[in-house]
T-cell receptor, first 112, second 114 residues
Framework: RKEVEQDPGPFNVPEGATVAFNCTYS??????FFWYRQDCRKEPKLLMS???SGNEDGRFTAQLNRASQYISLLIRDSKLSDSATYLC?????????????FGQGTILTVHP | NAGVMQNPRHLVRRRGQEARLRCSPM?????VYWYRQLPEEGLKFMVY????????ESGMPKERFSAEFPKEGPSILRIQQVVRGDSAAYFC????????????FGPGTRLTVT
């Protein structure tokens, strides 16, 4: 089983649509959770950290369920500029707290 | 506030040569991480360093690869006797603290081994 598994995608949605990505992780010792986006093999850019209480940043909402080891990202009112690969990222926890483990990514294409 | 800086952005080496990749963390950040992204694959952790110390090198290949973060100057990822399989994008990230910290990535160095 992969350490971080994401929806395979790709997702193709029209502008204005709402789209949700899911992710599961296998390491119960993980302490920190993030969503990054990556454009055309450029560097990953931090989108948001994910907290147990859930958090929202504008059109983006992230949720974490520690019991199920499940993370989600909801994007409302999609824009063309949201087209990217979305990476679910989890830290290894324990003595490997600095190590981030990346999912394979889900490709999102928003079309006019 | 300048972000994480990496150089060179592109590096071409022949098989058997050495590759040196440099990373300057964001101002105020003392924790540096190196990741590798092979073609068509996800990012994989290589090493985590603080000034003058290697904290976690569990992702480093056992041979030919080394990393340092000296007291002065950038962090260096060194690959000796490169092979074609080393061709990849190498990303450096930095954070202000270690535990549960958000990591910010540099633009990467694309290494091509011919």
């Amino acid at each position: 089983r992969k350490e971080v598994e994401q929806d395979p995608g790709p997702f193709n949605v029209p502008e204005g649509a709402t789209v949700a990505f899911n992710c599961t992780y296998s390491n119960s010792a993980s302490q920190s959770f993030f969503w990054y986006r990556q454009d055309c093999r450029k560097e990953p850019k931090l989108l948001m950290s994910v907290y147990s209480s859930g958090n929202e940043d504008g059109r983006f909402t992230a949720q974490l369920n520690r019991a199920s080891q499940y993370i989600s990202l909801l994007i409302r009112d999609s824009k063309l500029s949201d087209s990217a690969t979305y990476l679910c990222v989890v830290n290894a926890g324990g003595t490997s707290y600095g190590k981030l483990t990346f999912g394979q990514g889900t490709i999102l294409t928003v079309h006019p | 506030n300048a972000g994480v800086m990496q150089n060179p952005r592109h590096l071409v080496r022949r098989r058997g040569q050495e590759a040196r990749l440099r990373c300057s963390p964001m101002k105020g950040h003392s924790h540096v991480y190196w990741y590798r992204q092979l073609p068509e694959e996800g990012l994989k952790f290589m090493v985590y360093l603080q000034k003058e110390n290697i904290i976690d090198e569990s992702g480093m290949p056992k041979e030919r690869f080394s990393a340092e973060f000296p007291k002065e100057g950038p962090s260096i990822l060194r690959i000796q006797q490169v092979v074609r399989g080393d061709s990849a994008a190498y990303f450096c990230a930095s954070s202000p603290t270690g535990i549960q910290a958000e990591q910010y990535f540099g633009p990467g160095t694309r290494l091509t081994v011919t």
